[in-house]
Nanobody, 122 residues
Framework: QVQLVESGGGLVQAGGSLRLSCAAS????????MGWFRQAPGKEREKVAA????????YYADSVKGRFTISRDNAKNTVYLQMNSLKPEDTAVYYC???????????????WGQGTQVTVSS
C-alpha cells in the first residue's frame, strides 16, 4: 500500500504560481511512476503530468506544457508540480497518483491522494 497526501493548493490570480507537493508513504517510493491529474467541475479527469522513477522520462499534457514542471525527490518520498503562468482554466482539484511500473505511459494508476483545490481567478 502507498498513501499519498497532497498539499500546496489555494487561490491565486491569473499569471501567478503555485507549487503542489505530494508526500508518499508505504512501499518503496522510487519504484513508482508518479502522476498529477486534475478534475474541474463537470469535466473528465485529465492527466496533467507524469514522471518516471528516475525522473528521466516525463510527460506533460499539451494544455500545461511550458508552464508546469513535475519533479520528484526520492530521498524525501515527494513529488512536486510547479505551476507557473496559471490561467482560470487551470482551476480544478489536483490529484497525485502512483503506480508501480517503469513506464510513464501507463493508463491505470493504483493509488490516489485525496486531492487539493487550485483556484485561479481572472
Amino acid at each position: 500500500q502507498v498513501q499519498l497526501v497532497e498539499s500546496g493548493g489555494g487561490l491565486v490570480q491569473a499569471g501567478g504560481s503555485l507549487r503542489l507537493s505530494c508526500a508518499a508513504s508505504g512501499r518503496t517510493f522510487s519504484s513508482y511512476v508518479m502522476g498529477w491529474f486534475r478534475q474541474a467541475p463537470g469535466k473528465e479527469r485529465e492527466k496533467v503530468a507524469a514522471i518516471s522513477w528516475s525522473g528521466g522520462s516525463i510527460y506533460y499534457a499539451d494544455s500545461v506544457k511550458g508552464r508546469f514542471t513535475i519533479s520528484r525527490d526520492n530521498a524525501k518520498n515527494t513529488v512536486y508540480l510547479q505551476m507557473n503562468s496559471l490561467k482560470p482554466e487551470d482551476t480544478a482539484v489536483y490529484y497525485c497518483a502512483a503506480v508501480e511500473t517503469r513506464s510513464i505511459w501507463v493508463a491505470k494508476y493504483d493509488y490516489w491522494g485525496q486531492g487539493t483545490q487550485v483556484t485561479v481567478s481572472s
